[in-house]
C-alpha cells in the first residue's frame, strides 16, 4: 500500500529565488509584485503537476531568531532586504494562504524549523514527506521516509542521493557545516577547513565528536596539510561545536497543529479571485485548483 504524502514548502527560498529571477512587476497601486507573481506561478505549477493531498508552506516570521542569541553575527552578512522586496513578504504569505495552501511562520524561528518540527510529526503519523526547497541544509533530515525536492529544478534527493550531491551522509550535514561553515547564512565553521578536508574528516569518523576523541590520527590521514588541520580543529573547538548547533534545525518547535489541517482542499474562489483582481495576479489565480 502506497504511503501518504505531505508536502512542506520552503516559502522563503521562493520568493527570493522569484524575485531575483523576475523582472520588475507592478500592482494597479505601483506596489512591486515581481516575487509574489514568480511565487505564485511557482506554486500554481506545483499545485496542478503533484496534486498534493496534504501541504503547508513555510515562512521566517523575521530576521531575528534563537541563533542570533547563540551568534549575534549569523546571516549578518546579508543585510536588509531590497527595498521593492519589503511589501512583498506579507503580499505573499496572503497569497499562499487565497490559494488554500496553509502558511506557517513562528517569531524566533526559522522556516527550516518549523519544516523539521512538522516532518518528524509526519513521518511518526505514517506519512512520506517531500521537503520542497533548495537549500542544502535541509538535507539533515532526509531519511527513510523524507526526501528533497528543489522544484525550480526538477531535482529530488533521497538519502541514496545525499552523499554525492554533499559528499557525507544525511545524518552528517550538519557536522560538515560545523567543520566547514556555511557562507551564506554567516556560520563560521573551522577557518582553513574547506570542503574536501572535511569530507575526509567525516569519512574516516562518524562526527565531529569522533574527530575531537581522535584528534591524534588526524595527521596521519591521507588530507593536504594533515599536520596543521589537527591544530585548527584543536584551536576551534568551540567554534566547530556552536558551528554545527546553528547549521542544526529544529525539530520540536511548540506548535499547535493537527495533520487534518494540512489537508489541500483548494482555493476559496471569491476570495482569491478578489486577491488577484486588487494585486494585478489573475495568471496566478487563473490555474489554481478550486474548492467550490
Known amino acids: 500500500m502506497k504511503r501518504k504524502q505531505a508536502y512542506l514548502i520552503d516559502g522563503m527560498a521562493y520568493v527570493f529565488r522569484a524575485f531575483y529571477a523576475m523582472r520588475r512587476m507592478e500592482a494597479p497601486d ?3 509584485i515581481n516575487a509574489v507573481f514568480g511565487l505564485g506561478m511557482t506554486l500554481q ?5 503533484y496534486k498534493p493531498s496534504h501541504v503547508a508552506c513555510c515562512f521566517d516570521a523575521g530576521p531575528v531568531t534563537f541563533r542570533n542569541e547563540l551568534f549575534p553575527d549569523y546571516k549578518a552578512n546579508r543585510g536588509e532586504p531590497p ?5 512583498q513578504f506579507d503580499l505573499c504569505r496572503e497569497l499562499v494562504e487565497r490559494m488554500g495552501i496553509p502558511s506557517l511562520s513562528l517569531p524566533g524561528f526559522e522556516a527550516d524549523d518549523l519544516m523539521a518540527t512538522l ?6 503519523e505514517g506519512y512520506e514527506v517531500i521537503l520542497v526547497t533548495g537549500d542544502k541544509d535541509l538535507a539533515q533530515l532526509v531519511k527513510t521516509g523524507v526526501s528533497v525536492y528543489d522544484l525550480a529544478k526538477e531535482d529530488w534527493w533521497d538519502a541514496r542521493r545525499i552523499p554525492e550531491k554533499l559528499g557525507v551522509k544525511a545524518a552528517q550535514v550538519t557536522d560538515l557545516l560545523g567543520l566547514m561553515g556555511d557562507s551564506v547564512d554567516n556560520i563560521p565553521g573551522v577557518k582553513g577547513v574547506g570542503p574536501k578536508a572535511a569530507c575526509a574528516l567525516l569519512g574516516h569518523f562518524d ?7 581522535g584528534l591524534d590520527e588526524v595527521e596521519r590521514l591521507p588530507i593536504r596539510g594533515a599536520k596543521s588541520l589537527r591544530k585548527k580543529l584543536e584551536e576551534q573547538r568551540e567554534q566547530a561545536y556552536l558551528s554545527r548547533e546553528l547549521a542544526t534545525v529544529k525539530r520540536d518547535v511548540e506548535m499547535e497543529l493537527n ?13 482569491l479571485d478578489d486577491f488577484a483582481q486588487r494585486w494585478g495576479l489573475r495568471r496566478v489565480a487563473e490555474r489554481v485548483p478550486r474548492r467550490d
Open 259 to 271: 495533520t487534518d489541517s494540512l489537508r489541500y482542499r483548494g482555493a476559496e474562489s471569491e476570495a
Open 207 to 213: 562526527d565531529l565528536e569522533a574527530i575531537y576523541a
Open 119 to 124: 516532518c518528524e510529526r509526519l513521518v511518526l
Open 83 to 87: 527595498e521593492e522586496l519589503k511589501p
Open 30 to 32: 505601483g506596489t512591486p
Open 45 to 49: 505549477r506545483f499545485l496542478n503537476e
